[in-house]
């Protein structure tokens, strides 16, 4: 008659011990990971936030055209400037902002970015919604994705109305301003 073997059931009773705190140690290594990975999503969302305040409230326009120049992303400052919803100005095309006289201006510095590959300035009247034109200067890059094929482009806009209404009233001819008014 063979002996009971007592050792199969010892065995499996360490390696059930062995098995449950192998589990409870993942489970702590997961609740830390968790946190940690909590933590960094809090960070994440606190940047964005922060970031997309200073992007809404820079002291100058800013907007993304894709190639064809309709507006993909504009900030609350060219909003504000030309007196429209951000929501109305998305898929819209740029060049319904600027003074029809101004278009070849517009396309003119975006041929020049195309031509050259750096950054470009030009000033022209963009109108707001009603119809008031005003003077900016928009400073362009041409933004690039990863194989360096142009993407879009990146503009801001900065409103020099009271720059060119002060040179207009300090220009050497003043008499003329005067006789016209």
Same mark, same amino acid.
């Given at each position: *008659? +063979? !002996?009971?073997?007592?050792? %199969?059931? &010892?065995? /499996?009773?360490?390696?059930?011990?062995?098995?449950?705190?192998? $589990?409870?140690?993942?489970?702590?290594?997961?609740?830390?990971?968790?946190?940690?990975?909590?933590?960094?999503?809090?960070?994440? *969302? +606190? !940047?964005?936030?922060?970031? %997309?305040? &200073?992007? /809404?409230?820079?002291?100058?326009?800013?907007?993304?055209?894709? $190639?064809?120049?309709?507006?993909?992303?504009?900030?609350?400052?060219?909003?504000?400037?030309?007196?429209?919803?951000?929501?109305?100005?998305?898929?819209?095309?740029?060049?319904?902002?600027?003074?029809?006289?101004?278009?070849?201006?517009?396309?003119?510095?975006?041929?020049?970015?195309?031509?050259?590959?750096?950054?470009?300035?030009?000033?022209?009247?963009?109108?707001?919604?009603?119809?008031?034109?005003?003077?900016?200067?928009?400073?362009?890059?041409?933004?690039?994705?990863?194989?360096?094929?142009?993407?879009?482009?990146?503009?801001?806009?900065?409103?020099?109305?009271?720059?060119?209404?002060?040179?207009?009233?300090?220009?050497?001819?003043?008499?003329?301003?005067?006789?016209?008014?």
């Amino acid at each position: *008659m +063979t !002996s009971p073997n007592f050792a %199969t059931p &010892l065995a /499996d009773s360490e390696d059930r011990l062995k098995l449950i705190q192998n $589990l409870q140690t993942l489970r702590i290594e997961l609740e830390m990971q968790n946190k940690e990975l909590l933590r960094s999503q809090l960070e994440l *969302m +606190t !940047s964005k936030i922060y970031y %997309t305040r &200073l992007y /809404d409230t820079t002291p100058v326009g800013d907007f993304t055209i894709d $190639l064809t120049g309709i507006i993909m992303n504009a900030n609350l400052t060219l909003s504000d400037m030309l007196s429209m919803e951000r929501s109305s100005l998305l898929d819209k095309h740029i060049t319904d902002y600027i003074v029809l006289e101004d278009h070849i201006i517009y396309y003119q510095h975006l041929k020049d970015l195309d031509t050259l590959k750096t950054r470009q300035v030009c000033e022209l009247r963009m109108k707001k919604k009603d119809s008031i034109p005003f003077d900016v200067q928009l400073e362009t890059i041409l933004m690039t994705d990863r194989s360096k094929k142009p993407e879009q482009y990146r503009t801001v806009v900065i409103d020099i109305s009271e720059r060119k209404k002060t040179e207009m009233e300090n220009s050497p001819f003043d008499c003329l301003n005067i006789v016209f008014k």
